[in-house]
């Protein structure tokens, strides 16, 4: 379950909510909600390949240092990466606070040639014609299917996304898991030690693009960031996805407070409770933010901890058709028989990436081609 999923809930249990516990614990258990899940969403992406739009992009790496017995240390380095981005996100906030308000006007005109570019970019990337090929078919595949939900009545608003992304990154990348009989090996607690500044600095300028610009999301933010860090460099790489989600989560707040414009299901919650943020409101939720991230780093690696260690007792084909059989009866249940068709097609797309050899993040091309679209006015 996602945070908007959550947040719909609650707003619509807001006037019972507020009598019972107040505007300032329903604000601050929205804000520490989202800071929360930015962490411990890693935990099934990683060692379950249930991805969700924040951290598709993180599945792909982490499930490599599954496969080396290292996923303890994938998700501890997202962790590392969510802890980084919210002291970035404190030092950097006094610069932004008075950068922001002139700077957003006419970044927002350009909003579909920063994506285009995005796009040409992570294309350029793939080597050799038959792999930028392939990947420009991924992204248009996937940009259609993502415009036709997105603008069409057939699934429920709030579930739009859910069977796409879960096709592309999850039941994709366990279906492929299957045919090729790849099985985890025995997992490790132990861990490399370091810092990672570069990570954390990418991931927190990437939260800054996600929190506060219009049309570029926590995933889009990834592909810029994911560029920066070959295979190789993996781990910075799952520093920097830590940290991106994090720092989204906190720019947004400041998004809602110095030009009024909600950019996460948290901050559109907060914005319908408090109407027009005042400096008190984005201190207060600020304040939350930075103390959620201690927990949430904390409960992330005790629940990672308690996963790892049961993980190796079970059969994984089994875990993994046992997790299909959850993955399909919740689209059903939530989006019904054309989520189902929505997400047989998602898979068709990742499993094409993955076969042909592209990156399967060109399926991002759901949001981006829309995006585009959307603010062209077409």
Same mark, same amino acid.
């Given at each position: 379950?996602?945070?908007?999923?959550?947040v !719909?809930?609650?707003v619509?249990?807001?006037?019972?909510l507020?009598?019972?516990?107040?505007l300032?614990s329903?604000?601050a258990?929205i804000? %520490?909600?989202?800071?929360?899940?930015?962490?411990?969403?890693y935990v099934p992406?990683?060692?379950?390949?249930?991805?969700?739009?924040?951290?598709?992009?993180?599945?792909?790496?982490?499930?490599? =240092?599954?496969?080396q017995g290292?996923?303890?240390?994938?998700?501890?380095?997202? !962790?590392?990466g969510?802890l980084?981005?919210?002291?970035?996100?404190? $030092?950097?906030?006094?610069f932004l606070?008075f950068?922001?308000?002139?700077?957003?006007p006419?970044?927002r005109?350009?909003?579909?040639?920063?994506?285009?570019?995005?796009?040409?970019?992570?294309?350029w990337?793939?080597?050799g014609?038959?792999?930028?090929?392939?990947?420009?078919?991924? !992204?248009?595949?996937?940009?259609a299917?993502?415009?036709?939900? &997105?603008n069409?009545?057939?699934l429920p608003p709030?579930?739009a996304?859910? @069977?796409?992304?879960?096709?592309?990154?999850?039941?994709?990348?366990?279906?492929?898991?299957l045919?090729?009989?790849?099985? @985890?090996p025995?997992?490790? &607690? %132990?861990?490399?030690?370091?810092?990672?500044?570069?990570? !954390?600095?990418a991931?927190?300028?990437g939260?800054?693009?996600?929190?506060?610009? @219009?049309?570029?999301?926590?995933?889009q933010s990834?592909?810029?960031?994911?560029s920066f860090?070959?295979?190789?460099?993996e781990?910075?790489?799952l520093?920097?996805?830590?940290?991106?989600?994090?720092?989204a989560?906190?720019f947004?707040?400041l998004?809602l407070y110095?030009?009024?414009?909600p950019?996460s299901?948290a901050s559109?919650?907060?914005?319908?409770?408090?109407?027009?943020?005042?400096?008190?409101d984005f201190?207060? $939720?600020? %304040?939350?933010a930075?103390?959620?991230?201690s927990?949430?780093a904390?409960a992330?690696?005790l629940?990672?901890r308690?996963?790892?260690?049961?993980?190796?007792?079970?059969?994984?084909?089994?875990?993994?058709?046992a997790v299909l059989?959850? =993955?399909? =009866?919740?689209?059903f249940?939530?989006?019904?028989?054309?989520?189902?068709l929505?997400?047989?097609?998602?898979?068709?797309?990742?499993?094409?990436? %993955?076969?042909?050899g592209?990156?399967?993040?060109?399926?991002m091309g759901?949001?981006?081609?829309?995006?585009?679209?959307?603010?062209?006015?077409?």
């Amino acid at each position: 379950m996602h945070v908007n999923n959550v947040v !719909v809930i609650l707003v619509s249990a807001s006037p019972f909510l507020l009598e019972s516990f107040g505007l300032w614990s329903l604000l601050a258990f929205i804000v %520490a909600l989202s800071v929360v899940h930015s962490f411990v969403n890693y935990v099934p992406a990683i060692l379950l390949g249930a991805p969700q739009e924040d951290n598709v992009l993180a599945t792909l790496p982490g499930h490599r =240092l599954l496969n080396q017995g290292r996923g303890y240390e994938a998700i501890r380095l997202t !962790v590392l990466g969510g802890l980084g981005s919210t002291l970035f996100s404190f $030092m950097a906030l006094p610069f932004l606070y008075f950068a922001l308000p002139q700077v957003y006007p006419m970044v927002r005109q350009h909003i579909p040639l920063l994506l285009t570019g995005v796009l040409a970019y992570m294309l350029w990337l793939e080597q050799g014609p038959r792999r930028r090929f392939y990947a420009m078919l991924v !992204v248009l595949y996937s940009g259609a299917l993502g415009y036709i939900i &997105l603008n069409y009545p057939l699934l429920p608003p709030q579930y739009a996304l859910f @069977p796409a992304l879960t096709g592309f990154f999850g039941i994709s990348t366990i279906l492929t898991s299957l045919r090729l009989r790849s099985t @985890p090996p025995a997992q490790s &607690l %132990a861990h490399e030690r370091g810092y990672y500044p570069r990570g !954390v600095l990418a991931g927190g300028v990437g939260g800054v693009l996600a929190g506060l610009l @219009p049309g570029i999301g926590s995933a889009q933010s990834a592909l810029l960031v994911q560029s920066f860090f070959r295979r190789s460099n993996e781990r910075e790489f799952l520093v920097a996805h830590g940290g991106v989600n994090t720092a989204a989560a906190i720019f947004a707040l400041l998004a809602l407070y110095l030009i009024g414009n909600p950019r996460s299901g948290a901050s559109v919650a907060a914005a319908m409770l408090i109407g027009e943020a005042e400096l008190a409101d984005f201190t207060f $939720m600020l %304040a939350v933010a930075m103390l959620a991230s201690s927990f949430a780093a904390l409960a992330t690696l005790l629940i990672a901890r308690a996963a790892i260690k049961r993980i190796g007792r079970i059969n994984y084909t089994r875990l993994s058709l046992a997790v299909l059989a959850f =993955l399909g =009866l919740s689209i059903f249940l939530f989006t019904g028989i054309y989520g189902m068709l929505v997400a047989i097609t998602s898979a068709a797309i990742g499993i094409l990436a %993955a076969f042909s050899g592209v990156r399967r993040s060109h399926c991002m091309g759901v949001l981006i081609l829309p995006t585009i679209i959307y603010f062209l006015g077409v």
